[in-house]
């Protein structure tokens, strides 16, 4: 055993050192698990000094597991008074309070629709919470509303072009005058004719007619010119002459259907009398439907697919049916 006031080393089982007297300490049994040597630093075990390096993870060790086992344990729900956490809201009375003051019940507005929540049924009898839907007012647009003006249903009517008139004298057809169907409303002697040239021959003539009263006559695109005579204005207006197709008219040249009505006339002229049913104006025999030439009072039928009738020296046509 070694003294620890001078070192030197002594017997087993002396109290007191024979070198200096002091007192010498006893040395306790080993205790399992290793228990520190007053006489040697650090810790033992069964023996063996244990490394510091080993010893270094115990405490963060321990740490980790007393927090283990306090997040572990579940903790008791603890009794709090019932808030009010939002506008609406009514306050569970959950028995007296520590201080008997009574719970005031927040009764929701009138205008906010209700909605009915159950609570926990464990622990004492509980108050229906309320929890209350505001309702949200309806948006108002302030942006005016704009209303298109209303459409008009009339179609606008476009203004028909001047009627093409000339007068009397030598024509070129397309230069001068456009082909199509022309009247003259002279009431005296009227002499007309298309040509296919201008060598002035016979065989350059197409038609003519000499005639008196009111001149109807169809102008042919391939004719080359138009020549008249005492024939007043040429104009291309086709309106009625007469101020109504059943009344009297007399010589001349008319339009069924506009000028005159169909039907059965009858004429007033005691001498000569030439007619003529016409399905055209062209003024060639091709467009004579059916002639007479009579003398005394003519009677003649006016069919409804006749284009015009024409007479000379004939007097007053009366329609009879």
């Not at 007393?66 to 959950?94: D, H, I, M, W, Y």
């Not at 109807?216 to 138009?226: C, N, S, Y």
Request: with cysteine; aromatic share 6%.
């Amino acid at each position: 055993m070694k003294c620890n006031n001078c070192g030197d080393e002594n017997p087993e089982g002396k109290k007191f050192c024979g070198n200096c007297g002091a007192a010498l300490a006893l040395s306790a049994p080993a205790q399992p698990g290793g228990v520190a040597n007053p006489g040697r630093k650090g810790i033992y075990l069964f023996g063996s000094k244990i490394p510091p390096l080993l010893l270094a993870p115990i405490p963060v060790l321990c740490i980790c597991v007393c927090l283990a086992v306090f997040l572990a344990t579940p903790s008791k729900p603890s009794a709090s008074l019932p808030t009010e956490t939002s506008p609406g809201l009514v306050a569970a009375n959950r028995g007296p309070l520590a201080t008997d003051r009574p719970v005031n019940i927040v009764t929701p507005a009138p205008s906010a629709t209700a909605t009915v929540l159950p609570t926990s049924t464990a622990g004492p009898k509980n108050t229906p919470t309320v929890a209350r839907t505001p309702t949200a007012p309806p948006k108002q647009s302030n942006t005016p509303k704009q209303t298109s003006p209303p459409r008009s249903t009339s179609t606008p009517t476009r203004a028909s072009p001047p009627a093409i008139s000339f007068g009397d004298g030598m024509k070129i057809v397309g230069a001068d005058i456009p082909p199509g169907t022309y009247r003259g409303k002279g009431s005296g002697s009227c002499y007309w004719e298309r040509l296919s040239g201008f060598g002035g021959t016979l065989g350059e003539i197409i038609a003519n007619d000499d005639a008196v009263g009111p001149s109807v006559v169809t102008i042919a695109g391939t004719d080359k010119g138009f020549n008249s005579s005492r024939c007043g204005t040429w104009t291309q207006d086709l309106s009625p002459i007469t101020s109504s197709p059943t009344v009297p008219f007399g010589d001349g040249t008319f339009i069924v259907n506009k000028d005159i009505a169909p039907g059965t006339w009858r004429s007033s002229s005691s001498g000569s009398c030439y007619w003529e049913r016409l399905r055209g104006f062209g003024g060639t025999l091709h467009d004579i439907i059916a002639n007479d030439n009579t003398t005394g009072g003519a009677v003649v039928t006016i069919a409804a697919s006749d284009a015009g009738f024409s007479s000379s020296r004939c007097g007053t046509w009366t329609k009879v049916k």
